[in-house]
């Protein structure tokens, strides 16, 4: 079955300094994933897609992730945090095979601390 | 676009009575999903839609919950009854695609926050 692990419930960066994600993914088949943000209070919205095109995907909001196939790796990177990149993020599979109705598959989420 | 609205968006109740959560979609789409998150379980997916019809409920917790489309522009899950661990945040989410497709974007509401006492 497919399935995603987000490495590190907790990251705490400083504001200017890399953000790091990680996203390790599980599946028979290559994957559709994404990457979904969470401001506290409110619903999730999506960062970026990885759907089998550019390994290198960019998002919103300066965030890029790279697909690596070889590591099975769909991390999320952005090269100057800010202040208001505090949120939870969630990485996501849709599981194969790709006809069951656009469901999705969430990890654990990652809760980002951006310190001043 | 005024977005997947979600009513109420706090709710607070007694256990042993009924909870109904009620979900718009963003109009136009086919696809529509109920999520619940709490802290120790992370985002379920509890139900999804697709053009209307009931696709997978493998999510339900059990059987005092249930979920309706009545039509593309409503949804309802209801909770009955409801019980102090149900208490979670629970977000609709909609997304275009007929038939659900598998790239399409989840777009999510604001949650309803639900406590039972």
């Known amino acids: 079955a497919q399935s995603v692990t987000q490495l590190g419930s907790h990251v705490s960066v400083s504001e200017g300094a890399l953000v790091l994600l990680r996203c390790n993914y599980s599946s028979s088949v290559p994957p559709y994933l994404f990457w979904y943000v969470q401001y506290p209070n409110q619903g999730l919205q999506l960062l970026l897609k990885?759907?089998?095109?550019?390994?290198l995907v960019k998002g919103i909001n300066g965030f890029e992730a790279e697909f690596k196939k070889s590591e099975t790796s769909f991390h999320l990177t952005k090269p100057s945090a800010h202040m208001r990149d505090a949120a939870e993020y969630f990485c996501?599979?849709?599981?194969?095979?790709?006809?069951?109705?656009?469901?999705?598959?969430f990890g654990q989420g990652t809760e980002l601390s951006v310190k001043p | 676009d005024a977005g997947v609205i979600q009513s109420p968006r706090h709710e607070v109740t007694e256990m042993g009575q009924e909870v109904t959560l009620r979900c718009k979609p963003i109009?136009?789409?086919?696809?529509l999903f109920w999520y619940r998150q709490t802290m120790m379980r992370g985002l379920e997916l509890l139900i999804y839609?697709?053009?209307?019809?009931?696709?997978?409920d493998s999510g339900m917790p059990e059987d005092r919950f249930s979920a309706k489309m009545p039509n593309a522009s409503f949804s309802t899950l209801k909770i009955q009854p409801s019980e102090p661990r149900d208490s979670a945040v629970y977000f609709c989410a909609s997304s275009p695609g007929s038939g659900g497709v598998p790239t399409d974007t989840q777009y999510f509401g604001p949650g309803t926050r639900l406590t039972v006492l």
């Open positions: 996501a599979v849709s599981p194969a095979p790709h006809n069951q109705g656009g469901k999705l598959i």
């Open positions: 990885y759907t089998s095109a550019a390994t």
């Open positions: 839609f697709n053009n209307n019809v009931p696709i997978d």
């Open positions: 109009s136009g789409h086919n696809s």
